[in-house]
């Protein structure tokens, strides 16, 4: 469900940013997500102590998971389509077991985990090479900056685990309102949206549903598999983003992928699913009862 979710996001975007520029879009996203958890909360789970308590962690958990991530994948989706930038997402995984392998004790690097991220990265190689030289079919500014929010993502995903015994609700709604206002201040300045012309009603659905669907719903199951499952098995759910995102571009917005973004996006899908362990284990417990 939240793979479908995240997918979507891309898809909502992609259509909003056609009368919203990054900055005052990700405002937006963060501002409608806010207010919804907080009226869907009503003051329950303690949420203003734990605010009161946790405002620096919200913060920078805001910062690293929304502000900085959005901002990035939103500029450089107006140049990519939503197929090709959830597939740039989907590196999140790799690089949150590089991450934790750096400052968790017990997400450590292991020979599966080595040869799944190699693989990640092996397939994102091949999914930038279209994009490399005269024949570029896009800039690659705008195919780094989705890499580098996946690169935030992994980031947020380690620091999200203090969070574990809030309830994910509250984490949800405690860094959508961080990162609204981190972002206030920087679409003032940036876009002035006072001056922008008034979006149409299809932009104004795509960012509801940007808000309320993908994000104030989203985030409160991403939380919740973030403290039953640990940050990095929540993080394979990009494995599922990609599909629904690749899908909903070519119905609705004409977008196609080279072979090389085809055959990137399996590479990077096989690295997840080592990176996974899961389907490894299955395999060799089907040879173990052959074998016996």
Not at 42 to 68: H, Q, S, V
Not at 212 to 239: E, K
């Amino acid at each position: 469900l939240l793979g479908l979710l995240w997918g979507g996001s891309f898809f909502f975007a992609r259509v909003a940013l056609q009368s919203i520029p990054p900055v005052t879009l990700a405002l937006s996203r963060f501002t409608i997500a806010a207010l919804a958890l907080h009226v869907f909360i009503a003051g329950r789970f303690d949420i203003y102590r734990e605010l009161k308590n946790r405002w620096p962690a919200f913060l920078l958990l805001g910062l690293i998971n929304n502000a900085i991530p959005h901002t990035l994948i939103f500029a450089g989706q107006t140049q990519i389509g939503a197929g090709l930038a959830s597939i740039l997402n989907a590196t999140t995984p790799i690089w949150t077991v590089i991450i934790a392998h750096i400052m968790t004790s017990d997400e450590k690097l292991t020979g599966r985990k080595i040869a799944g991220t190699l693989t990640g990265l092996m397939g994102t190689i091949l999914l930038f090479s279209p994009h490399i030289g005269e024949k570029a079919g896009a800039p690659l500014w705008a195919l780094a900056l989705p890499l580098m929010a996946a690169v935030s993502y992994g980031f947020a995903a380690i620091f999200s685990r203090r969070f574990k015994g809030v309830a994910a609700p509250v984490t949800a709604a405690g860094q959508l309102t961080a990162s609204t206002l981190i972002m206030l201040p920087l679409s003032v300045i940036v876009d002035r949206p006072w001056t922008l012309a008034a979006p149409p009603t299809g932009v104004i659905l795509a960012v509801l549903a940007l808000a309320l669907i993908s994000t104030a719903l989203g985030y409160v199951l991403y939380f919740r598999l973030i403290a039953s499952v640990g940050a990095t098995n929540a993080s394979l759910v990009t494995l599922l983003v990609p599909p629904s995102a690749i899908l909903l571009g070519m119905l609705f917005l004409s977008e196609t992928l080279e072979w090389q973004e085809w055959a990137g996006m399996l590479v990077i899908g096989l690295g997840l699913l080592v990176l996974d362990g899961r389907l490894l284990r299955r395999v060799r417990r089907i040879q173990d009862k052959s074998s016996a």
